[in-house]
């Protein structure tokens, strides 16, 4: 595992200056996803063609966890058909749990800077908000706080 200051650099970056935060007019999906515990709020928009999520975005507030994530999200799943969306949301949630290998994790590319987030159960919800708000976008499941089993 790399150093912590790697880390912390990529989720400053992204919370910094997010790619992905700034508003999605044509959107086909638009969810507001909340985490009452932090006050972290953000409306994830996304444009999905033939089964492929090909533009994303989100807006709102949120703790610089919340928003690095959701960013750093938002740029993994761009350009991939829904499932695979899917496949790393469900990969990332294993890691937050603490339950992911080397190799899960490694697949995560910049995501895994959250890895120590599951030693900081107070953090959870913030880094998997995003990441919560997709799934419920993708598969139209109401998701409910499945990060805590």
Same mark, same amino acid.
């Given at each position: 595992?790399?150093?912590?200051?790697?880390?912390?650099?990529?989720?400053?970056?992204?919370?910094?200056?997010?790619?992905?935060?700034?508003?999605?007019?044509?959107?086909?999906?638009?969810?507001?996803?909340?985490?009452?515990?932090?006050?972290?709020?953000?409306?994830?928009?996304?444009?999905?063609?033939?089964?492929?999520?090909?533009?994303?975005?989100?807006?709102?507030?949120? #703790?610089? *966890?919340?928003?690095?994530? $959701?960013?750093?999200?938002?740029?993994?799943?761009?350009? @991939?058909?829904?499932?695979? !969306? /899917?496949?790393?949301?469900?990969?990332?949630?294993?890691?937050?749990?603490?339950?992911?290998?080397?190799?899960?994790?490694?697949?995560?590319?910049?995501?895994?800077?959250? #890895?120590? *987030?599951?030693?900081?159960? $107070?953090?959870?919800?913030?880094?998997?908000?995003?990441? @919560?708000?997709?799934?419920? !976008? /993708?598969?139209?499941?109401?998701?409910?706080?499945?990060?805590?089993?």
């Amino acid at each position: 595992m790399e150093n912590r200051s790697f880390y912390n650099e990529i989720l400053t970056e992204h919370n910094v200056r997010p790619e992905f935060k700034h508003n999605l007019p044509d959107a086909d999906i638009v969810l507001e996803g909340v985490n009452p515990s932090c006050g972290d709020d953000i409306f994830l928009k996304l444009k999905v063609e033939d089964d492929t999520i090909v533009d994303g975005a989100f807006v709102g507030d949120g #703790c610089a *966890i919340s928003q690095a994530s $959701a960013d750093i999200m938002l740029g993994m799943v761009i350009g @991939r058909k829904k499932e695979d !969306a /899917l496949q790393l949301g469900r990969t990332f949630m294993k890691m937050i749990k603490g339950e992911a290998s080397e190799e899960e994790i490694n697949s995560l590319e910049e995501a895994s800077a959250l #890895c120590d *987030i599951a030693h900081m159960p $107070a953090r959870v919800k913030c880094a998997v908000l995003g990441w @919560r708000t997709l799934k419920e !976008a /993708l598969s139209g499941e109401d998701v409910e706080d499945d990060e805590d089993e």
